[in-house]
């Protein structure tokens, strides 16, 4: 039987582009109803949460330990938690590494609706940078924006889209970057990976780098540039994160190439079509002073129409 919907991948950002009280939340506050308001063409169907402050000079998030939120559902006051409670409890890695905290059964928002979201930072420094992920799929009925899928009767088999960023600068936007599928098969694109390569003086650090994924009309799969460290698996150890009450600095647990970020639905690319995507990387004091490379896997199954 068809879905009801046509599923399209998406996630939605909330951060300081969207409202400026959370470039920096000082110590001891709260701050009730920061309001994200959804796109007004299609339904949205939240699966997964994640959260994330700008990196310290050292690549950690220690502020994250002191966050604690709640947000609400379709209803604007419907809060799905009774008091504001620590993310920390609430997820490992905060999401990060390409793990989104899972939302089940998936909550449902209207086009051109809203989620708030109440935020309290209970520790002594101030967080900066605090952004909010909310992972999920728009609901399109069928037909009304481009969609590809299986042929009646196919075979296939994994395969990876290897690709190499050269030389991203500091501070710059690098658009309309292609992935070109190959001319033998399509492509189901379930999950990605990326790190910077290992070079002679050791592995090389970015922190501040973001992705916006578009389709091959230039639509894009997220309101925002999305993080790295979210939408992808995670496999630079050398970024943490804290874990405890003290707190405890460590490396993600559970990510890294063995276990890449997932996209769900996936992203089905027929042959010869390519996907697009705009890179922005503005490190700050954390990462390193100069430009670097790094590579992006895009893994997933070729099918071979029969």
Request: proline share 8%; net charge neutral.
């Given at each position: 039987?068809?879905?009801?919907?046509?599923?399209?991948?998406?996630?939605?950002?909330?951060?300081?582009?969207?409202?400026?009280?959370?470039?920096?939340?000082?110590?001891?506050?709260?701050?009730?109803?920061?309001?994200?308001?959804?796109?007004?063409?299609?339904?949205?169907?939240?699966?997964?949460?994640?959260?994330?402050?700008?990196?310290?000079?050292?690549?950690?998030?220690?502020?994250?330990?002191?966050?604690?939120?709640?947000?609400?559902?379709?209803?604007?006051?419907?809060?799905?938690?009774?008091?504001?409670?620590?993310?920390?409890?609430?997820?490992?890695?905060?999401?990060?590494?390409?793990?989104?905290?899972?939302?089940?059964?998936?909550?449902?928002?209207?086009?051109?609706?809203?989620?708030?979201?109440?935020?309290?930072?209970?520790?002594?420094?101030?967080?900066?940078?605090?952004?909010?992920?909310?992972?999920?799929?728009?609901?399109?009925?069928?037909?009304?924006?481009?969609?590809?899928g299986y042929p009646d009767s196919f075979s296939s088999i994994?395969?990876?889209?290897?690709?190499?960023?050269?030389?991203?600068?500091?501070?710059?936007?690098?658009?309309?970057?292609?992935?070109?599928?190959?001319?033998?098969?399509?492509?189901?694109?379930?999950?990605?990976?990326?790190?910077?390569?290992?070079?002679?003086?050791?592995?090389?650090?970015?922190?501040?780098?973001?992705?916006?994924?578009?389709?091959?009309?230039?639509?894009?799969?997220?309101?925002?540039?999305?993080?790295?460290?979210?939408?992808?698996?995670?496999?630079?150890?050398?970024?943490?994160?804290?874990?405890?009450?003290?707190?405890?600095?460590?490396a993600p647990f559970g990510t890294g190439p063995a276990a890449?970020?997932?996209?769900?639905?996936?992203?089905?690319?027929?042959?010869?079509?390519?996907?697009?995507?705009?890179?922005?990387?503005?490190?700050?004091?954390?990462?390193?002073?100069?430009?670097?490379?790094?590579?992006?896997?895009?893994?997933?199954?070729?099918?071979?129409?029969?």
């Amino acid at each position: 039987m068809m879905p009801q919907f046509q599923e399209r991948f998406h996630i939605y950002v909330l951060g300081p582009n969207q409202d400026t009280r959370l470039t920096s939340v000082a110590a001891g506050a709260l701050i009730k109803g920061i309001t994200l308001t959804l796109d007004p063409d299609a339904p949205f169907a939240l699966r997964g949460r994640a959260v994330r402050q700008t990196y310290t000079s050292t690549l950690t998030q220690a502020g994250l330990q002191f966050l604690k939120t709640r947000w609400t559902g379709p209803t604007e006051s419907d809060y799905r938690q009774q008091v504001t409670i620590s993310e920390s409890v609430q997820m490992a890695n905060f999401g990060q590494g390409g793990n989104p905290k899972p939302i089940f059964p998936p909550v449902t928002y209207p086009a051109n609706g809203i989620i708030k979201i109440d935020v309290q930072n209970t520790g002594a420094s101030a967080i900066a940078g605090l952004t909010f992920y909310w992972i999920g799929e728009k609901l399109f009925p069928w037909g009304s924006v481009p969609a590809y899928g299986y042929p009646d009767s196919f075979s296939s088999i994994w395969f990876t889209y290897p690709q190499t960023i050269s030389a991203l600068g500091v501070s710059e936007l690098r658009q309309d970057n292609i992935l070109t599928i190959k001319t033998d098969a399509d492509f189901a694109l379930r999950a990605g990976q990326a790190k910077a390569p290992f070079q002679s003086e050791g592995p090389r650090t970015f922190a501040e780098v973001f992705i916006k994924l578009k389709d091959f009309n230039k639509k894009p799969y997220s309101n925002d540039f999305v993080h790295f460290d979210i939408i992808f698996g995670g496999g630079n150890p050398s970024r943490t994160i804290p874990i405890g009450p003290t707190p405890t600095l460590m490396a993600p647990f559970g990510t890294g190439p063995a276990a890449p970020g997932l996209f769900y639905p996936e992203l089905y690319i027929p042959k010869n079509h390519q996907l697009l995507y705009d890179l922005q990387r503005s490190d700050g004091s954390g990462g390193t002073n100069q430009s670097e490379s790094f590579d992006i896997c895009w893994i997933g199954a070729k099918v071979f129409q029969k």
